[in-house]
Every structure is written in C-alpha cells, then in structure tokens.
C-alpha cells in the first residue's frame, strides 16, 4: 500500500513539475509568475506530503492463513480523511495553474485579435 501511494505521489508530482513549468514558459520566464507559483505550490506540497505520511501510518493489516504458501494480507482500518485532503490540496495548485493558462490565452486572445476558426477574439 505504501508502495503505491509513494510511486502514484511521484507520478503526480512529475506532471505537476511538467504543468509548472510549461505554465512558466508561458509567461516567457517571468519572475511574478515564478514567485507566484513557487510560493503557491510550496505549501500545497508540505501539506501534501505530510497528510500522505500520516495517512500511510494509520494503514493496519492482518495476515489470514491461506492454504498453501501464499499469505494472504487484508488492510483492516484506514484514515479516509488523507486522501480527501490530499486531492483537494492538488485540485487548489491544479486551479491556480489553469488560472494563469486562461489569463495568458485570454491576454494572447486581447493583444492579437486574430479569427481563428469559430473562436474570434472580442476586445
């Protein structure tokens, strides 16, 4: 079980990093939107990365004989309240992300007034 929550953390924290940084080549390197994603994303992931330590702790699991030697392992008690924490800590950095993409598309959209398809730009 630790197993997997540690390499699903480390998938999640890779296209994070990959949506961070695109959304900061977006803005051509600007350090506001550097400072403010380091100092958005900075508590989100402390938090994150604590909740999911105490939430792996508080698994506990029993061994059940089975016949033959194969040991079965059932979890019998966990803490629901981690992962609802954890998720809804990623879905605030995951907003603040997809806000500042809006932004720029709707800054890119302003300054081109360029007809594209069945999207034109209103200024």
Known sequence: MV????????????????????????????????????????????????VAFKWTSSLSEITVPVTGPIVGCLPVWESNTGPIINYGFLLGGETIVVALTVWKAFQS?????????????VT
């Open 3 to 50: 197993f997997n929550t540690i390499f699903a953390a480390v998938g999640i924290g890779i296209s994070d990093l990959i949506l961070l940084v695109r959304t900061y080549a977006m803005y051509q390197n600007s350090r506001k939107v550097l400072a403010i994603l380091i100092i958005s994303w900075t508590p989100f992931a402390i938090v994150n990365i604590v």
């Open 109 to 121: 959209c302003a300054t081109t007034s360029v007809y594209t398809g069945s999207i034109k730009c």
